[in-house]
C-alpha cells in the first residue's frame, strides 16, 4: 500500500472515530441535562408514538408496532406500565398450540386498555365471564386505523388461529392525517432504511436533532381540526370498506366476526359546547359506519357506544382524556360481549 493511500485511509479513520466520539458526547450531554426529545406531533402517521423506541418501532407494512417481550413503562404510557408478550401484543404469553377456544380482539389503544390495568381490559374481564371456556387474546395496539388492523390481521393475527374476531375501530381513522395523505397512500421507506432508524432512535441526540427538524416543518395542529377541509387517515367510505373486508376475511376462514361500536362522551350528559364536542359528533358517523356494515353483511354488532352513552361513570377525566373509557367501562364492553358470545353459540 502506498504511501498517499495509507494517508486516505488514516485520515478516513481518524474522521470516524471523532464522529463517533462527537455523537457519544452529545448523547451523554443530552441525557445528563434531560432535554426532552420527543417530537410531540399529535398527528399520524407522522406521530409522536414513533418518537418513543422504548414501546414502538417502525414497520414498513403496518407503520408502527409494539416493541416485544417487554414490561414497558414510558411517557408515552404517561407512566403506566403494560406487558408486552413475544408476540407483540398487550398480555401474556400466548398458548401454542391454543388448548381451548380463541377470542381475538381486533383494535385500538381502546381495545389496548390504555390507562387501565390488564386485569381491568375488557379482553381480561371478558375471560372471567366465559370462565376461563376461550382464551381471549388482546391485539389492540395504541394508534392503529382500520386499514392497518386489516393488514395487522392478513400478515399475522390469523396464524393465531382465532374462532371469534372482535373488531372495534374509529377514533384514529377520523384522525387528521399526516401530510394530508390517508393511510391507505402512505408510503414507508425500504426495511433497510427503517431497520437503520430503528436502531438510530433509541439515540437521544439523534431524536433531539429529528424533533428539531420536524418542529420546522410541522403544520400548525389547530387547522388541522377544520372538519371540512381536512383529510381524515381514514374516510368513512374506507372505513366502512375496510371493515368489511375484515369480517369477509373472517368469514371465509369459518371465524365469527363480532363489531363493536366505539364508545365517546354523551355531550347530553358533558356539555354540548365542550371543546371535544366536534370530535364525538363526526365520531358518530364512524359508529354509524359499523351499524350500517353489521346490517348490510348480517355481521353480530355490539353497540357498546349506546350502552357507555347510558352511564356517567366510564370516564375518568375528559379534560384530560375524552377517547379513553376507564375500567368501569371495559367491565360493561366485557359484559355486552360475554352476552353476545353466548347468544351466538345458543345458535
Known amino acids: 500500500m502506498s504511501a498517499r493511500v495509507q494517508s486516505k485511509a488514516f485520515r478516513l479513520i481518524a474522521a470516524l472515530i471523532t464522529l463517533v466520539v462527537f455523537i457519544a458526547v452529545v448523547e451523554v450531554a443530552v441525557r445528563i441535562i434531560g432535554i426532552d426529545s420527543y417530537f410531540q406531533n399529535r398527528f399520524f402517521v407522522l406521530n409522536r408514538a414513533l418518537d418513543y423506541p422504548e414501546v414502538f418501532k417502525k414497520d414498513q407494512q403496518l407503520f ?3 416493541r416485544p417481550d417487554r414490561t414497558v413503562t414510558s411517557n408515552f404510557f404517561e407512566g403506566k406500565s403494560y406487558r408486552i408478550n413475544s408476540v407483540g401484543l398487550r398480555g401474556d404469553e400466548i398458548a401454542r398450540p391454543k388448548t381451548k377456544k380463541r377470542i381475538l380482539l381486533l383494535g385500538n389503544s381502546c381495545t389496548f386498555g390504555w390507562g387501565v390495568t390488564d386485569e381491568q381490559t375488557y379482553g381480561r374481564q371478558l375471560e372471567m365471564f366465559l370462565q376461563d371456556e376461550y382464551e381471549v387474546v388482546n391485539a389492540g395496539v395504541p394508534g392503529y386505523s382500520s386499514l392497518q388492523g386489516i393488514r395487522f390481521l392478513k400478515q399475522e393475527l390469523l396464524d393465531l388461529q382465532p374462532d371469534i374476531i372482535t373488531i372495534m375501530f374509529a377514533w384514529n381513522d377520523h384522525w387528521a392525517a399526516s401530510n394530508q395523505i390517508p393511510d391507505k397512500d402512505q408510503q414507508f421507506p425500504p426495511v433497510i432504511v ?9 439515540l437521544h441526540s439523534y431524536r433531539l436533532l429529528k424533533k428539531a427538524l420536524l418542529t420546522q416543518m410541522e403544520q400548525n395542529p389547530d387547522s388541522l381540526w377544520d372538519r371540512d377541509s381536512v383529510v381524515y387517515r381514514v374516510s368513512a367510505q374506507d372505513f366502512a370498506d375496510n371493515l368489511a373486508e375484515i369480517c369477509r376475511t373472517c368469514t371465509d376462514r369459518g371465524i365469527t366476526p363480532i363489531l363493536v ?3 365517546a362522551p354523551s355531550l347530553d350528559r358533558y356539555g354540548q359546547k365542550r371543546p371535544f364536542a366536534p370530535a364525538v359528533r363526526f365520531h358518530h358517523v364512524y359508529n354509524l359506519q359499523t351499524r350500517e356494515v353489521a346490517e348490510m353483511l348480517d355481521i353480530a354488532l355490539v353497540d357498546a357506544a349506546v350502552e357507555l352513552d347510558q352511564h356517567g361513570d366510564v370516564y ?9 373509557f376507564n375500567a368501569r367501562g371495559h367491565r360493561i364492553i366485557a359484559e355486552l360481549l360475554a352476552r353476545k358470545i353466548r ?3 345458543s345458535l
Open 316 to 324: 375518568d377525566d375528559l379534560r384530560h382524556d375524552f377517547i379513553h
Open 194 to 202: 427503517l431497520t437503520i432508524q430503528n436502531q438510530l432512535s433509541r
Open 343 to 345: 347468544e351466538l353459540e
Open 64 to 66: 408502527w408496532r409494539l
Open 261 to 263: 361500536t366505539s364508545p
